[in-house]
């Protein structure tokens, strides 16, 4: 069994976050040199939201970078995105 942890960082955010938050996390099982392919799909409310101090969901427009293990992408959350949410 093979853990596969996703982290994201929020490089912009209004209040200081975690330098990482664990977004995700599955187990999937490999056999000795085999390889697979997973994904996760961002759903911004759930994993780019975060309570402030009244306990109101924020979601903010801003930079954010996703690891998975020594792998890392960043993407940005535009205020269109965040509008629509």
Do not use: C
């Not at 969901?57 to 960043?74: C, D, N, P, S």
């Amino acid at each position: 069994m093979e853990s596969v942890l996703w982290f994201i960082t929020d490089q912009e955010g209004t209040i200081t976050r975690p330098v990482e938050e664990l977004a995700h996390f599955e187990k999937i099982a490999l056999e000795p040199g085999e390889s697979a392919t997973v994904e996760f799909k961002i759903l911004p409310l759930k994993h780019l939201s975060y309570p402030d101090r009244n306990g109101n969901v924020i979601l903010e427009a801003g930079k954010f970078t996703l690891k998975v293990g020594q792998l890392r992408r960043e993407f940005e959350l535009t205020e269109d995105e965040e509008d629509s949410r």
